[in-house]
T-cell receptor, first 116, second 113 residues
């Protein structure tokens, strides 16, 4: 389809393991975002890419979280030494180069991560 | 920092009833305001938006007016349908160019026939 694609849709892992979550944005969208949604909460910003570079990573909770977008399209969110508190739905969104404050984000369905 | 507050708790109402979901915000400057909706089994999608004070966003029978004086962006629909059952999120974006959104907690809306 033409929407934002996220894989896997569900991931169950054990505490301490390494996890990668993938996002394939809408073709041609230069801006890509990762958000995290915990149960009963709204999405919380993690990181924003404009092209290949992370333009704003101020939402990453600690240095166990890292994201890349090496060719300016697909992005991978990487979580090291997972903890139970990392359990959440990780959302990816993309948009065309945004004008300040007025653009629409197109979201994927999310990757649900459960850390046992 | 920027934040959005939505009314507490799920909303359950009958078909054809009037829906209001309250949203207030705190922001520096002049943010853009959004309502996103998440239908069961689907990703978040934009419902409507307003980019400046007194603007009214509308879509699918839903409306919200950007009220700078009360820092509010309440969502309304005059006659809901069962298909409007979803989770609704209020959000704001500052104008620093990165389109970063701050979301409220969301409200589950259940419309019963």
């Amino acid at each position: 389809g033409a929407g934002v694609s996220q894989t896997p849709s569900n991931k169950v892992t054990e505490k301490g393991k390494y996890v990668e979550l993938r996002c394939d944005p809408i073709s041609g969208h230069t801006a890509l975002y990762w958000y995290r949604q915990s149960l009963g909460q709204g999405p919380e910003f993690l990181i924003y890419f404009q092209g290949t570079g992370a333009a704003d990573d101020s939402g990453l909770p600690n240095d166990r979280f890292f994201a890349v977008r090496p060719e300016g399209s697909v992005s991978t969110l990487k979580i090291q030494r997972t903890e139970r508190g990392d359990s959440a739905v990780y959302l990816c969104a993309s948009s065309p180069t945004p004008p300040p404050g007025a653009g629409e984000l197109f979201f994927g369905e999310g990757s649900r991560l459960t850390v046992l | 920092g920027n934040s959005v507050t939505q009314m507490e708790g799920p909303v359950t109402l009958s078909e054809e009833a009037f829906l209001t979901i309250n949203c207030t915000y705190t922001a520096t400057g002049y943010p853009s305001l959004f309502w996103y909706v998440q239908y069961p089994g689907e990703g978040l999608q934009l419902l409507l938006k307003a980019t400046k004070a007194d603007d009214k966003g509308s879509n699918k029978g839903f409306e919200a007016t950007y009220r700078k004086e009360t820092t509010s962006f309440h969502l309304e629909k005059g006659s809901v349908q069962v298909s409007d059952s979803a989770v609704y999120f209020c959000a704001l974006s500052d104008r620093n160019g990165n389109n970063r959104l701050a979301f409220g907690k969301g409200n589950q809306v259940v419309v019963i026939p």
